[in-house]
């Protein structure tokens, strides 16, 4: 089983507003569009990490309309920076089932669910310690 993990926990300090709720292309919050993406490719254990922010993005997959919640995990202190954000959310959804662990930032809202079912396919064909999207060579 791959379970996933949502890195939404930084202050959005350049943005002005909590990027994981900040509309994307087709008008869903950053946040609810990853979820969706992820769980579309077959990821159906998935974690989130928030900061600060934590209650708006709450409310924000909340009112995405969902199958189901990611599990919502709180970063007490989000300046230790990414990785402890990482170590939370495995926490939360890593057990002696899972065999990976897929993790993306909050801010790649659009992309794509081929691209994460390729990434996908390419760790259950080659079971590499890291698969990573890439374009060209």
Known sequence: MLRG???????????????AVLPAA?????????AH??????????AVVTGRDHEAVVAA????????LPIVVRNPDPSRGQLSSLW????AV???????LLV??????????????AVIEAWRRTR??????????
């Open 5 to 19: 993990i949502v890195l939404a926990a930084g202050d959005s300090v350049r943005m002005r507003a909590p990027k």
């Open 26 to 34: 087709d008008g869903r919050p950053f946040v609810a569009r990853i």
């Open 37 to 46: 993406t992820l769980r579309e490719a077959g990821v159906a254990d998935l």
């Open 61 to 68: 997959l909340r009112q995405a309309a969902l199958p189901s």
């Open 88 to 91: 939370l959310g495995m926490d």
């Open 94 to 100: 890593l057990d002696p089932g899972a065999e990976g």
């Open 104 to 117: 993306t930032l909050v801010d790649v809202p659009m992309v794509a669910v081929s691209t994460v079912t």
């Open 128 to 137: 590499a310690p890291i698969v990573r999207p890439a374009i060209g060579d």
